[in-house]
């Protein structure tokens, strides 16, 4: 078995209702509990913040939600508080399989570092221990699916292509928040880097 789903942040703030929603967010789950049945390992991730994370724009003075600040590891859009440890937010959408998940990876943990990408924190060098996991299970081939597929999704795919993995994105499985162009930038290096969309 070679083979791996990788499910990205399917969270209840990332949804309808959610405090940083994605429009259509909820309406991906079931089509994604579809596809866990066809893959040969299944892995959530979860976004999991510290209550006053760096990355949550109630931390900056005169900052609003989806300006872009420089911290020391590079430029970084600033959200609302969401996905904050043990809240109702953090939790996967209830219509979510989890019972399938071999493994839920949390990110986004250390208070001074956002985390979009499953594989490293945004200083692009911090390892999250994914790719360790599936070197070790023998697992090459990456499907991914979930949210935001400018972000998370997006980030993901491009450190999993980096790392020599054989990539897919499930782009209708997938849902954006397209902010300042970063769909279409998203979709440009995700085929700059040859990744799969599918
Ligand atoms: C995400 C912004 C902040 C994501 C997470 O899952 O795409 N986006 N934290
Ligand atoms: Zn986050």
Redesign the pocket.
């Given at each position: 078995m070679t083979h791996a789903l990788i499910v990205?942040?399917m969270q209840n703030d990332?949804c309808p209702g959610g405090a940083?929603a994605v429009a259509g967010g909820d309406g991906i789950v079931a089509g994604i509990n579809a596809e866990m049945a066809r893959a040969g390992a299944v892995i959530l991730t979860q976004?999991w913040h510290p209550a006053g994370h760096s990355?949550f724009a109630s931390q900056h003075q005169g900052r609003a939600p989806m300006d872009t600040v420089l911290l020391p590891y590079g430029a970084q859009?600033l959200?609302p508080d969401?996905?904050v440890q043990g809240s109702l937010g953090a939790e996967f959408h209830a219509d979510l399989n989890t019972d399938r998940a071999d493994m839920i990876l949390r990110k986004?943990f250390r208070p001074d570092i956002?985390s979009?990408s499953a594989f490293f924190e945004n200083d692009q060098i911090t390892p999250t221990g994914l790719d360790g996991y599936l070197r070790t299970r023998g697992i090459t081939e990456l499907d991914f699916a979930g949210?935001?597929k400018d972000?998370?999704?997006a980030w993901s795919a491009l450190d999993a292509a980096r790392l020599g993995y054989k990539v897919r994105v499930l782009r209708e499985l997938c849902r954006g928040?397209d902010i300042n162009g970063s769909m279409a930038r998203a979709y440009e290096d995700l085929r700059a880097a040859s990744v799969g969309l599918v």
């Open positions: 990205i942040d990332f940083l976004d990355s859009v959200w969401h996905c986004g956002d979009y949210l935001a972000f998370c999704v928040i």
